[in-house]
C-alpha cells in the first residue's frame, strides 16, 4: 500500500448506529487530518492530529470522536449521527515543518446517514 | 466569514486553450497557497504551491500567479487537456497556524475535446 489510504470506501448507516472510518498513511509523515466534504462546499477541517496529540478541533459536535493511535492510523468513531451529517470523509497526512505543507489525501469514505 | 472564496463554481474550456481558475482570499496573514485538483471518488491531489513572497510558480502546463495588493491567484493551465477536467480547490495556510489550510470551495473544470 502506498499513500493514505481510508476503509470502508462507502457507509450506509442508521442513526442509532455506531461504526469507525479507519485511515492509514504509509508516506511516514507526522501529522494527520480529518475533513468533511459537503456538496458544493469548502472542504472543513475536523481535526488535526500532529505528532499523534490533537491540536485542532473545529467545534466538531461530540457524535465525532477520533483517535490517534500512532502516527500512520487515524480513526473517526461516528455515533447518533444526523442525516445531515452524510458527506464525504476525507483523511490527509503531512509532514509539518516543510515549506509548505502540501496534505496528502485518501480516496474519502461517503457516508449516507439514514 | 469564508477565509478562500472561488467565485466560479464550474468552468468550460475547450481544448488546447487556455484555463484560468481564480481564488481571492481575505487574511493578508497566509505565507502560502496550494492548488488541488480532485477527480470524481477520490481524494483531492496536491497540484502546484506559491509562496506569499513570489509572484509567481511554474510546473510543466500549470502556472499559478499570486497578486498580494489584490489578495488574488490564479491558476493557469495552458493547453488544458480533457484529463483536466476536475474540480480544483485552492487553499492558503499560515506558518503560525500549525498545519491548517484553509480551502475555497472549488471550481469544475470541463475541458470539452
Known amino acids: 500500500e502506498t499513500g493514505v489510504t481510508q476503509t470502508p470506501r462507502h457507509l450506509v448507516m442508521g442513526m442509532t448506529n455506531k461504526k469507525s472510518l479507519k485511515c492509514e498513511q504509509h508516506l511516514g509523515h507526522n501529522a494527520m487530518y480529518w475533513y468533511k466534504q459537503s456538496a458544493k462546499k469548502p472542504l472543513e477541517l475536523m481535526f488535526v492530529y500532529s505528532l499523534e496529540e490533537r491540536v485542532e478541533n473545529n467545534s466538531v459536535p461530540s457524535r465525532f470522536s477520533p483517535e490517534c493511535p500512532n502516527s500512520s492510523h487515524l480513526f473517526l468513531h461516528l455515533h447518533t449521527l444526523q442525516p445531515e451529517d452524510s458527506a464525504l470523509y476525507l483523511c490527509?497526512?503531512?509532514?509539518?515543518?516543510?515549506?509548505?505543507?502540501?496534505?496528502?489525501f485518501g480516496p474519502g469514505t461517503r457516508l449516507t446517514v439514514l | 466569514d469564508q477565509q478562500v472564496k472561488q467565485n466560479s463554481p464550474s468552468l468550460s474550456v475547450q481544448e488546447g486553450r487556455i484555463s484560468i481558475l481564480n481564488c481571492d482570499y481575505t487574511n493578508s496573514m497566509f505565507d502560502y497557497f496550494l492548488w488541488y485538483k480532485k477527480y470524481p471518488a477520490e481524494g483531492p491531489t496536491f497540484l502546484i504551491s506559491i509562496s506569499s513572497i513570489k509572484d509567481k510558480n511554474e510546473d510543466g502546463r500549470f502556472t499559478v500567479f499570486l497578486n498580494k495588493s489584490a489578495k488574488h491567484l490564479s491558476l493557469h493551465i495552458v493547453p488544458s487537456q480533457p484529463g483536466d477536467s476536475a474540480v480544483y480547490f485552492c487553499?492558503?495556510?499560515?506558518?503560525?497556524?500549525?498545519?491548517?489550510?484553509?480551502f475555497g470551495q472549488g471550481t469544475e473544470l470541463s475541458v470539452k475535446p
Open positions: 487553499a492558503a495556510g499560515a506558518y503560525n497556524q500549525g498545519g491548517k489550510l484553509i
Open positions: 490527509a497526512s503531512s509532514q509539518l515543518g516543510r515549506a509548505y505543507n502540501e496534505q496528502f
